[in-house]
């Protein structure tokens, strides 16, 4: 375990740190109205994950993680661009980004 | 000849296969002659077969293909097996087979499903092949079971009429209960002797002691089998309805060939059948209860083939009485004779309706004499056979019966000669009718009438020469001739000959057939005096009255099994359907579909459309999961 960066900052800090990303990214999307806020709180809660892989990839001295986490990054890349896609459309639909305007998934 | 013998069921299969694969791209003259070519070759195959065997009579053709099921102590092997009285068979089926395609080329010209008929007609030859080849039950079965396919097949020929359906149904319905019958004598059989094949099977039969009552029983059951398809009481009604069907159909499976597999399976097994004498007795009981009732009806029916199709009926009786009074080798005999003549009347019959352009009522008959010359020559010598006049075919094979009818009992005798006459009776009447006195038809029909072309008289010639010479081979021994069917037949019948019971006296056989002549002689006066001099016409059947309207409607047999076992069926099915499908069945079914109805219309008015809320609720659930699983 020597030189290894978890030496200097301890595996529960990295634990407490993608917690708290993941709980504000959770509270993002059911408290914010903005559109745009919930889609970056989805990606907080994405990278909160990947923090939480590469800490224990080191932690196991498993490299397999880190190449998990440049996966999920490439897939998040792509993920990104779709939802910024549809977002568009839905400001050119509605003429706006407020998640209330979108009502009309209902009986 | 060996090695060619699987080709005779499989060339019929293949002419199957060619037309109904083809169907309608196969030119009509193509595939009629081809159908015919098929089973001509069967036929040559077939000779060549007889000719071998005729030579030496320990011959016996057993060629075992593969095995063909193989489970716990069940093993058949899918073998064909040839011996003197398959070889018979064969000669019968092919022979008049062919003849019989020949002329359906002329009778079914103007037809436009000719490619569909002749592909039926080759399986059904291909599965009579087949029934009579099988070296075990089970390959009789399956032929057994095929034929009854084509014959419904056939019969419905004509779908679009729903009569036509009807008789093809009632054949097929009535053919399957005796079936059952065959089945379990089939699973009797296996759990007595615990195989099915004959060798196995007639060897270990002919150890056991007579009349043991599981042979009683196995030959009984067997013989429900040929109730059905050999259409003797109670289940013999299928036949006349039967008449649904082309007639060249009529002629070659209700006539010549199906029909007798009944009789084929008896002669097949009669070293059980002679271990069963009690057996034995109930057969012939119902072959001469047959031969009588079907006989009198006969009488008095007005259609052309219902005629024909009683008297099929009555003559089978015949053969059953036969069978019954253990003289397998008549019976055989009479197959033979039988199938030549009625094959023959049949097919005038058919010419005589594609003359008439449809008409099967004789009333609308009379004095086809002069225009079909062909036609009413042979149908004289066809009635002259089945009448039993020397020296034609059926006086021989009748004779015979008549004579093991009365060395078995006089009473079975007289009853049995009294139904010859009758047979004659009927016969004569139905010549008569047609072909003498003057035309009753329309004038169109009049104009329309012509002989027909020679693809359909050649083989009713050919037929007709046939019904003359063929009861020659079998000469009763007053006239010092060897004769040959039995000497032919004695190694299949052995056991069955060294039980039988004495010889007629010579002078029985005199007097039996100058008494024959007598009243034939009689039978044509007579006949011809109502019908021709006379110029009687049978009365429509509104007006028959007494046992004569009671003839005319076949003793009611149909309505008595409509009374007693079609109604009480329908009302059953339809009590079931009111009550159990639509009351039970149905409703529960239903059920399932308004609860889930009701409950997701109520469940529906959660979903608000408010997405933060749908956001907390997927948040929410996967919580709960997550908690589950840390529990759990």
Sequence with gaps: MNNSILDIVHINNYLYLSLILFAIGVLGVLFRRNTIIIFMCIELMLNAVNLLLVAFSTMHSDPGGQVMVFFIMAVAAAEVAVGLAILVMIFRNFGGVDINLLNRLKW | MNNLLWLIPVLPLLGFLINGIGNKHIPPAASGWLASLTVLGSFIISAGLFMQLLHDPATVVQADYFQWMNAGAFDLNFGFLVDRLSVIMLLVITGVGFLIHVYSIGYMSHEPDYARYFAYLNLFVFFMLVLVLGSSYVLMFVGWEGVGLCSYLLIGFWFKNQNYNDAAKKAFIMNRIGDLGFLLGMFLIFQTFGSLEYDTVFASASLLPFNEPVLTAITLLLFIGAIGKSAQLPLYTWLPDAMAGPTPVSAL??????????????????????????????IAVVGLVTAVMAALIGLKQTDIKKVLAYSTVSQLGFMVVALGTGAYTTALFHVITHAFFKALLFLCAGSVIHAMGGEQD????GGLKKALPVTHFTFLIGTL???????????????????????????????????????????????????????????HQKDHLHESPATMT????????????????????????????????????????????????????????????????????????KYVTDGHVPARDSDLVGIQRVLANKFYVDEFFNAVFTRPMDVL???????????????IVNSFGTVTNGTSSMLRFSQQGNLGYYLFAMVFAIMLMLVYMLVI
Excluded: C, Q
């Design chain 2, 253 to 282: 499976i209700h006539a010549a060939t199906m029909v007798t597999a009944g009789i084929y399976m008896v002669v097949r097994s009669n070293v059980l059948y002679v271990m069963a004498p009690f057996s034995s007795e109930i």
């Design chain 2, 362 to 365: 004789v009333r609308r008959m």
């Design chain 2, 385 to 443: 056979a089945i009448a039993g006049a020397p020296p034609f075919a059926g006086f021989f094979s009748k004779d015979e019966i008549l004579a093991n009818a009365y060395i078995h009992s006089p009473l079975m005798f007289a009853v049995l000669a009294i139904t010859a006459i009758i047979t004659a009776v009927y016969m004569f009447r139905l010549y008569f009718l047609t072909f003498h006195g003057t035309f009753r038809g329309t004038m």
């Design chain 2, 458 to 529: 050649v083989p009713l010639i050919i037929l007709a020469v046939l019904s003359t010479i063929g009861g020659f081979i079998g000469m009763p021994e007053i006239f010092h001739a060897p004769h040959f069917l039995n000497d032919f037949m004695r190694p299949v019948t052995a056991l069955a000959d060294a039980y039988k019971g004495g010889h007629v006296s010579h002078m029985f056989e005199y007097i039996l057939i100058g008494v024959t002549l007598v009243i034939l002689a009689a039978v044509v006066y007579l006949t011809h005096k």
């Design chain 2, 573 to 587: 099915s339809r009590l079931s359907y009111k009550w159990i499908e639509l009351g039970l069945i149905d409703k």
